[in-house]
């Protein structure tokens, strides 16, 4: 994938005035993840996890270091993580996670006879695409509905995990939470001077050299 916007480090904001103590301190926790931390999750259901985040969203051959978001997902587990409401057709946030993790482990086994993260990339792909339609043979889905589950469990704490962390904000040229400087040009295709640059076709370099100089 192109650079969109080359040279931008969005941790160069660290600390200038864009950042406060707070979001320092946050951002320095997310940073400490320890990539091999499964908490409570058995070795089975971690490495179909990590296999479920690496189809979702690959990270093999990136430049930056990988976000550890199987680790991430893996703490929610273990602590019982709750956002403070959830879908009624789904169980808590931690139960939901482990019956899936099974039932995605189970469903592999019955479609290819082998484990999910086993399994080639493009039949990981067909058994996701499958699962998120509601076609199933797995009969650990009875009790945890199979397209709920993707769409609020796995796209939905993916997702948001990835975007938690600095590496992924340099892909879309966020510069972070918005305390205590703000965003000001909010209009359609307008930014902040202190915004990232994004390289237009032919303009490379001059965004480069934008994005060099934001703190």
Known sequence: MADRYPGYEVMAKRDSVSWNDKTREIIDQRLAQAADHRGTLSETRWHTLTALCECILPQAGRDRRPIP????IAEKISEDFSEGYRDARLPTFREAWERGLDALQDEACRRNG??????AEAQQRALLSDVSKDVTLSPHWDHLPAKQFFAKRVLHDLVSGYYAFPAAWNEIGFGGPASPRGYVRLGFDRRDPWEAAEAKPGHEKQARMKNARQR
Do not use: I, K, Q, Y
């Open 114 to 119: 082998v484990a999910f993260a086993s399994l």
């Open 69 to 72: 978001l199987a680790a991430v």
